[in-house]
């Protein structure tokens, strides 16, 4: 940019937005002044620290992002998951074909302790804060169901799909979980809750699909768990718990 350019757009933001730059004579430089709004973008701190986290994770380095002199940071660490590339590339593929695919999945149930292979036909996949799943038709349970993909130790085949994505209800159908601050906290510690998660009038509704109402409620600590933990480890409670249930119940049936 050449300096006579410069000079034209800071003279056109200062017309835009007065009072936004201060001229530093020292460094011969404007910066941002003292009472500075922004005008043409509206700050976000969730964007903010979602990169700060993609750097600390290692998953984007610091100077692919926007971030200027970032501060120190870290974040939990998470045991990996091994998701092999092979299995996880014909998955991808089996969904944008509508095809069914043979996986090698090691269950947990007590009734198969050995790997074995099973049909299913995939068609979304999710992530429950932890874990990445992929949403399945079974062909042995014949219904729609989630798997680790971790567990998925080889693939192969390739056939007709089970059942359409359309048929999975469960995937597309979306309850909403309400959540309100857990009573047994004091009127001050409840009126934080209540900031800290965006709730209007003391409550916030929470759009979940049904087939991840699962895993909600196990990541928030909302499951049975919670009876064993104190108010301040569960701030947050469902309101809206007998219909919650109900659906947690259809849902996994």
């Given amino acids: ?28 430089r404007y910066l941002a002044a003292k009472d500075f709004k922004p005008v043409f973008l509206k700050p976000e701190a969730d964007l903010y620290l979602s990169q700060l986290k993609s750097v600390s994770d290692r998953v984007v380095p610091a100077e692919d992002t926007w971030l200027a002199e970032a501060p120190d940071t870290d974040a939990m660490p998470v045991p990996h998951r091994r998701v092999s590339v092979d299995v996880l590339r014909a998955m ?3 969904v944008r074909r509508g095809r069914s695919i043979e996986i090698l999945y090691q269950s947990m149930n007590p ?17 429950d804060g932890l874990r990445w799943h992929v949403r399945a038709y079974c062909h042995i349970d014949k219904k729609f169901k989630d798997f680790l993909l971790s567990r998925c130790l080889d693939v192969r085949g390739d056939g007709d799909a089970g059942a359409a994505p359309d048929a999975d209800r469960f995937w597309f159908e979306r309850f909403n979980v309400v959540l309100s601050p857990n009573p047994a906290l004091s009127k001050s510690q409840q009126a934080v809750v209540a900031q800290d998660y965006a709730m209007t ?20 600590r909302l499951d049975g768990i919670a009876a064993l933990d104190g108010p301040y480890e569960t701030p947050v409670i469902i309101t809206n718990r007998e219909e919650f249930s109900r659906a947690l119940a259809e849902a996994a049936a």
């Fill in 1 to 28: 940019m050449s300096v006579p350019q410069a000079s034209k757009d800071l003279s056109l933001y200062e017309e835009r937005a007065p009072g936004n730059l201060a001229y530093d004579k020292r460094l011969k």
């Fill in 92 to 94: 991808v593929s089996a």
């Fill in 111 to 127: 009734t198969r302790l050995e790997p074995g292979w099973r049909w299913i036909t995939p068609h979304a996949f999710s992530n």
């Fill in 201 to 220: 009038d003391g409550s916030i509704a929470v759009p979940v699909r049904k087939a991840l109402l699962y895993y909600f409620q196990k990541r928030l």
